[in-house]
């Protein structure tokens, strides 16, 4: 046992968690247009493998080289709107996103001193912006998801004497929406987007 003290006594626990976490980050951008705030949105180009089409603020996957997960937004926003870093200015942080579908999202709030944008065509279909204040006087439609277990095929059910053979509800989670002029603003980016404005708000 001494020798096992000593073992536990000089590691550093670590989080065994059962999914395999996809680590992103994304910016909320905030452009000035006619001396008026706006949130810019991007919609993801139709050629992307993953969520082809849909709204999202510009980020992406955390890669090796970035530091921290403001590096890794600050610098997928800049690839993704090809604007230069230094036209980036953060603002400060945000809630970290841990969600039931398996990904970890740092959020940055920043405000982009350029309107001159030559979005990235792989990964960028269109870019739109929203006033910030049409985005704070909107109540957001709220759904919500439920997160069950389904054992798969080889699962040893001889070995548990009273399990039954079913779906298995767990949890759920809310889903947000933002509609605005036939862009639907929705998931982890409606989540985002809401700790924003609450933030904002100073409800949070």
């Not at 993953?50 to 510009?58: A, D, M």
């Amino acid at each position: 046992m001494t020798a096992l003290k000593d073992k536990l006594s000089h590691r550093e626990p670590q989080i065994i968690d059962d999914q395999n976490v996809v680590y992103a980050a994304v910016t909320v951008p905030i452009v000035s247009m006619d001396g008026e705030n706006h949130i810019l949105f991007t919609v993801r180009s139709k050629t992307l493998r993953r969520q082809p089409g849909e709204i999202s603020f510009p980020g992406g996957h955390c890669e090796v080289d970035d530091k921290t997960g403001t590096d890794a937004a600050i610098r997928e926003c800049s690839e993704e709107l090809g604007i230069p870093v230094r036209s980036i200015e953060l603002l400060g942080p945000l809630d970290c996103l841990v969600s039931a579908i398996g990904v970890r999202l740092h959020a940055v709030a920043v405000r982009l001193h350029t309107l001159d944008f030559h979005p990235s065509e792989h990964e960028v279909g269109e870019i739109f912006t929203v006033p910030l204040k049409e985005l704070l006087a909107m109540e957001p439609i709220e759904a919500r998801v439920e997160v069950a277990t389904k054992p798969m095929e080889g699962f040893p059910f001889h070995l548990l004497k009273d399990y039954e053979i079913d779906w298995k509800t767990r949890q759920s989670y809310p889903v947000y929406f933002y509609p605005y002029k036939g862009y639907p603003i929705w998931g982890l980016t409606a989540r985002v987007l809401k700790n924003f404005l609450d933030i904002y708000r100073g409800d949070l």
